[in-house]
């Protein structure tokens, strides 16, 4: 079966970037190119400063060269109302003492026992016994706030300290300590990592000033709007977009190959889109994936099937496009096509749970997908009463 999979692109749009012609010629979508003002009309009534909130999604588009038409804007306004209903720098119900759980269940682990009786004495009596941290804590509402008191906390604490001469802090010597024990590690309007972020700052700013402009109105959409739409992927609908951002790029894409693969094998891997193990740094582990082994052990009965060393290598390519070129991913989606006779899925909605000292439950991907796509649909109908596609 000749199916899509087997050629870069298709009739089918690749989500919000570029169209392809059935005759195979690339084409820019014939789509409205919108105002600001017309973009204003599009972002919920309810929000204040609707004209500043479009001014810089187009500057920010111009900026990234992403075209300004009312597929692009509605999948970005809807993840930006779904993660902070457009406030730069939302307040979290209970943030404080989510914080202070969080301290407790960290400090020791993170620092040694050592260190964290240290620290925790800090935070009873530091700055002074009648304002100390762990009340500066229970106060805070927003994120930026918590985050600025937690770099003000480890400066203070590793002056006072000395912390790269105490026992046990040998693997956080020469380490911004701040920065490996916060807990915000998602920012701003929509809440980008800032793991990514630092990997694609705009500016040669430090961690610090890069978290700052990410509580900005322009720098939380920056990161947001990078995140969300500069990456090519031939979804056919926006809402694998939306599972993306929230479980990671090409996750969507990335669970279809486990269901393929769990056809073939007769296996049920979690179809979380994840195909290799990945530390908290997100750099690669050495150990090996249920994916990656159940792969070799399929490819094993089949001399024509790539090696374990060439399945890792193609495996390490699954937050890029790319990873569809290779010859593990072709080789699944054919022997899949060819075992079933149907057409191999390119997406599906990948099952990841959702948790976070920020939220007050579980949720999961399929949840916050959902909900993105229907702010999305109500704000592409607002753009055809207004005529704008």
């Not at 050592?114 to 994120?143: D, G």
């Not at 070129?325 to 099952?351: C, L, N, R, S």
């Amino acid at each position: 079966m000749n199916s899509y999979h087997h050629i870069r692109f298709s009739c089918l749009m690749a989500f919000s970037l570029l169209t392809i012609s059935c005759d195979g010629q690339l084409t820019m979508p014939q789509e409205k190119t919108l105002s600001i003002e017309q973009i204003a009309k599009l972002i919920p009534s309810r929000v204040k400063e609707r004209s500043s909130w479009a001014n810089d999604i187009v500057q920010i588009s111009q900026q990234l060269k992403i075209e300004k038409n009312a597929e692009n804007m509605c999948t970005i306004i809807a993840v930006v109302d779904q993660e902070s209903n457009f406030v730069a720098d939302p307040v979290v119900a209970g943030l404080g003492e989510k914080a202070i759980r969080e301290i407790n269940e960290r400090l020791e682990k993170k620092l040694g026992k050592q260190m964290a009786n240290y620290f925790e004495n800090m935070l009873k009596t530091r700055p002074t016994p009648e304002n100390n941290y762990l009340s500066q804590i229970r106060k805070v509402k927003t994120e930026r706030e918590l985050d600025q008191l937690y770099r003000e906390m480890f400066d203070y604490y590793s002056k006072q300290y000395h912390v790269s001469l105490l026992a046990g802090a040998a693997k956080l010597a020469g380490q911004d300590i701040a920065e490996q024990f916060n807990p915000i590690t998602t920012l701003g309007s929509m809440q980008v990592h800032i793991r990514y972020a630092k990997a694609n700052k705009r500016s040669f700013i430090n961690i610090h000033n890069l978290r700052d402009d990410m509580y900005t109105q322009n720098g939380g959409l920056y990161y947001g709007i990078h995140r969300l739409m500069m990456y090519p992927a031939q979804y056919d609908k926006p809402l694998y977009r939306f599972a993306d951002y929230n479980s990671g790029m090409y996750s969507s894409r990335n669970a279809a190959f486990q269901k393929m693969l769990n056809t073939l094998a007769n296996e049920q891997l979690d179809l979380d889109g994840d195909l290799l193990l990945y530390d908290k740094d997100g750099d690669v582990k050495l150990q090996k994936s249920g994916t990656e082994i159940t792969l070799i052990q399929y490819f094993s009965t089949d001399p024509t099937a790539p090696p374990a060393r060439t399945i890792r290598s193609d495996l390490k390519q699954e937050k890029t496009q790319d990873f569809e070129d290779t010859t593990t991913y072709q080789y699944v989606v054919k022997h899949y096509e060819k075992q079933t006779g149907q057409e191999a899925p390119y997406a599906i909605m990948p099952k990841v749970i959702i948790s976070g000292p920020k939220l007050s439950r579980d949720y999961n991907t399929n949840w916050f997908a959902s909900r993105v796509n229907g702010r999305y649909l109500r704000c592409m109908s607002q753009a055809k009463r207004l005529k704008l596609n």
